[in-house]
């Protein structure tokens, strides 16, 4: 798996220490309000089962993996999260901000819907068949976990969330078993940004491939000493191994640095009986590595 690829060594001085973020709100529920009782749904005659109708929330499996912490001044390789926001049923999308395939963005908005969070208990517990683990409240609606081993985490997997409300079930993906150019992998700050972003365009490839995933590339391009940010852009690809930056998104000059963002993602909508409706799922794989304009 690409964890082997990394290796580890000594420090250096040149390190970026912004983050790429992109433009506007970051998926969650944006300024919620108080938490609200989940309504009570009206009698039916017997024998008739009421549509399910609205999206009551979104259920997030997010790992990050960063080569070289010290070059983004970071402390950890890996990050393990889940995050899952409830609310009273909607009929907009959580997951309809990434653009199509094949565009590239400067200015990405990730848009969040407007919402009312409801309370699904304390804690929630999200259980596959040979893991388990309990996500907390943080915020009106907002269950998390940031205390997920890596190595615990089940891969291509269902996993069932258990609230006090209902439940439902999403699926895992995988990782990476390569990405080239592999010296953007580099883990010894050192060597890092020895990847060459060719101002004529970029291309990164990776294997393997899923037919029922997209792919975000994100390139944020630095001053040679890291200090400022100059510029960004995101593009989106079917995840077929492959995809071309062109050049037009890269006119920076030589020896700028650059973070590398190769994210895989897979939404999906799920079936789940809290408010007889339905839950939002996405599943985030990314994996950061480092290069230069040249």
């Known amino acids: 798996m690409l964890l082997s690829l990394l290796l580890w060594a000594c420090d250096s001085d040149v390190s970026i220490i912004k983050r ?8 969650g529920v944006g300024e919620p309000g108080e938490p609200v009782a ?5 009698t039916t005659e017997p024998g008739y089962e009421q549509q399910r109708t609205g ?6 499996m997010y790992l990050r993996q960063v080569a070289c912490p010290a070059c983004m001044g970071e402390t950890q390789e890996l990050t393990v999260q889940y995050e899952a926001n409830f609310h009273q049923p909607i009929t907009d999308s959580w997951n309809s ?5 094949g565009t590239c963005d400067q ?5 969040t819907p407007s919402t009312q969070p409801i309370h699904v208990g304390q804690t929630i517990q999200v259980s596959a068949q040979n893991h388990q683990f309990d996500a907390y409240q943080s915020g009106a609606g907002m269950y998390t976990s940031q205390n997920i081993w890596e190595s615990h985490l089940q891969r291509n997997t269902q996993y069932n969330v258990q609230t006090s409300e ?3 079930a999403f699926t895992t993906i995988e990782g990476f078993d390569y990405i080239e150019p592999y010296t953007m992998l580099w883990v010894d700050p050192s060597y890092a940004f020895e990847a060459a972003v060719r101002r004529s ?29 100059l510029g960004q852009v995101s593009c989106f690809g079917s995840d077929n191994g492959s995809m071309f930056i062109p050049s037009q998104y890269l006119n920076y000059p030589v020896w700028s640095l650059v973070a590398i963002h190769i994210e895989r993602f897979e939404s999906g909508l799920v079936e789940t009986d809290i408010n007889n409706s339905y839950m939002e799922t996405m599943q985030i794989w990314e994996v950061v590595g480092t290069g230069h304009i040249e």
């Open 55 to 60: 999206v009551t929330g979104l259920s997030t």
């Open 38 to 42: 989940i309504s009570p749904q009206p």
């Open 166 to 168: 209902g439940s439902f």
């Open 107 to 111: 200015y990405l908005y990730r848009s």
């Open 201 to 229: 365009g970029f291309t990164v490839t990776w294997a393997p491939v899923r037919s029922t995933s997209r792919m975000m590339i994100t390139l944020g391009i630095y001053s040679s000493d890291g200090s400022s940010l």
């Open 20 to 27: 790429v973020e992109e433009t506007g709100q970051s998926i």
């Open 97 to 101: 901000w990434p653009p199509s395939d």
